[in-house]
T-cell receptor, first 111, second 115 residues
Framework: RKEVEQDPGPFNVPEGATVAFNCTYSNSASQSFFWYRQDCRKEPKLLMSVYSSGNEDGRFTAQLNRASQYISLLIRDSKLSDSATYLCVVNDLDSNYQLIWGAGTKLIIKP | NAGVTQTPKFQVLKTGQSMTLQCAQDMNHEYMSWYRQDPGMGLRLIHYSVGAGITDQGEVPNGYNVSRSTTEDFPLRLLSAAPSQTSVYFC??????????????FGEGSWLTVV
């Protein structure tokens, strides 16, 4: 089975701190990469796509390292509202473009 | 602006009962899928469909049936509910070709408990 691995956490972080998550994937042929955010008892929602050159959206930065087969998410100046579970998702070309989901990393921002 | 509509939101079943989770989308997406999410695990694909009349099995299809008679609807049937099927179920839809910049649209989830 193709796998996507994440540290389950929880990461307990004070408000205003910087926090980083990593996610490793096993299939070197994977083509597209995403970070989703999931709030408690809610559906996942797209946070950002991850591009080869790395990309930034406000306080969030995503990076892809194809050689080591991992993607990362950096959150700067964390807010209480960033508390959620962050899911790493990989588009698996070998499996007819199915999405392979990590189990998620739980982030708790403390005041 | 409905997106993906999934019902019911909560359901309690007795072992051996059958039921259908309904899912409808209004975005004309070819691709629809059902996932289950268990504590500490990622979303696992149950069944998916790439268009009306076409369905296929995902990672965990046993105990579930689907059909896709229209582009809009993709119901999930539990044939004979078992406690192992206690989970949160998400219906999702997206364009068939999925690339960076796209997103997958989820329903709000169905919390199913089998006793």
């Amino acid at each position: 089975r193709k796998e996507v691995e994440q540290d389950p956490g929880p990461f307990n972080v004070p408000e205003g701190a910087t926090v980083a998550f990593n996610c490793t994937y096993s299939n070197s042929a994977s083509q597209s990469f995403f970070w989703y955010r999931q709030d408690c008892r809610k559906e996942p929602k797209l946070l950002m796509s991850v591009y080869s050159s790395g990309n930034e959206d406000g306080r969030f930065t995503a990076q892809l390292n194809r050689a080591s087969q991992y993607i990362s998410l950096l959150i700067r100046d964390s807010k209480l509202s960033d508390s959620a579970t962050y899911l790493c998702v990989v588009n698996d070309l070998d499996s007819n473009y199915q999405l392979i989901w990590g189990a998620g990393t739980k982030l708790i921002i403390k005041p | 602006n409905a997106g993906v509509t999934q019902t019911p939101k909560f359901q309690v079943l007795k072992t051996g009962q059958s039921m259908t989770l309904q899912c409808a989308q209004d975005m004309n997406h070819e691709y629809m899928s059902w996932y289950r999410q268990d504590p500490g695990m990622g979303l696992r694909l149950i069944h998916y469909s790439v268009g009306a009349g076409i369905t296929d099995q995902g990672e965990v299809p046993n105990g579930y049936n689907v059909s896709r008679s229209t582009t809009e609807d993709f119901p999930l049937r539990l044939l004979s509910a078992a406690p192992s099927q206690t989970s949160v179920y998400f219906c999702a839809s997206r364009p068939r070709q999925f690339r960076s910049g796209n997103t997958i649209y989820f329903g709000e989830g169905s919390w199913l408990t089998v006793v």
